[in-house]
């Protein structure tokens, strides 16, 4: 079993920044990837970005890039989120997910976390 910890969600005006931590634990030796997705309300779940901690790829959805910075720490596995110049519709709920490999289909990842709640007002 591998369980995924997330912290640091919180609100926010528009522009400003949150950081977003996930940590695993459990049987973790299958990880190579940790990333992050969201539901905002009303909508589906869509991929944000991951890393593998492994390979050292990092990856991102259009609409984040240059504003998002995804990271991992190699010798824990740890997937940290930060983001800055946050606007209105980031706001969702964010889910840490791992898996062996990357892939931008929320489903394919065999752990996912419970989500942590990051809202950004204007």
């Known amino acids: 079993q591998v369980q995924l910890i997330e912290s640091g969600g919180g609100s926010v005006q528009v522009g400003g920044s949150l950081r977003l931590s996930c940590a695993a634990s459990?049987?973790?030796?299958?990880?190579?990837?940790m990333g992050w997705f969201r539901q905002a309300p009303g909508k589906g779940r869509e991929f944000v970005a991951a890393?593998?901690?492994?390979?050292?790829?990092?990856y991102y959805a259009d609409d984040v890039k240059g504003r998002f910075t995804v990271s991992g720490d190699n010798d824990k596995y740890t997937a940290d989120l930060q983001m800055n110049s946050l606007k209105p519709e980031d706001t969702a709920v964010y889910i840490c997910?791992?898996?062996?490999?990357?892939?931008?289909?929320?489903?394919?990842?065999?752990?996912r976390g419970q989500g942590t709640r990051v809202t950004v007002s204007s």
């Open positions: 997910v791992a898996g062996p490999s990357y892939y931008t289909d929320y489903f394919f990842y065999n752990h």
């Open positions: 459990g049987r973790t030796d299958s990880i190579n990837v």
């Open positions: 890393v593998n901690r492994r390979a050292g790829s990092i």
